[in-house]
């Protein structure tokens, strides 16, 4: 009986204290396996990515609840262009250029 309290005790301390990965806008392409939004916005494609947010708790290469975005890399170091969400469906993975912004 103590054991069984004790463990309840415990989770109710730990679990909300637990962020969890997933995509953080309604309405945007999301990549469920990493649980990060993605689109294609004035030309560019943006990712969602972890800033602030970075010890939020989500795993190891997936993006936290938090709405930070950032602009991808493309080749050459430059941005990665699009037309629509579509052509930001792969490229989304790639690291951000520049900073993570809320």
Not at 80 to 100: A, E, H, V
């Amino acid at each position: 009986m103590y054991r069984a309290l004790l463990l309840v005790a415990v989770l109710a301390i730990i679990l909300p204290l637990q962020v969890t990965a997933g995509c953080a806008w309604v309405g945007y392409e999301c990549d469920y396996s990493i649980g990060c939004n993605y689109g294609c916005k004035d030309g560019y494609c943006w990712s969602q990515c972890n800033g602030a947010c970075v010890t939020a708790g989500a795993p190891a290469g997936h993006c936290a609840t938090c709405q930070e975005w950032c602009w991808v890399s493309g080749p050459n170091g430059g941005y990665t262009t699009c037309n629509s969400d579509s052509d930001c469906d792969g490229p989304n993975r790639n690291s951000c250029k520049g900073s993570c912004t809320i």
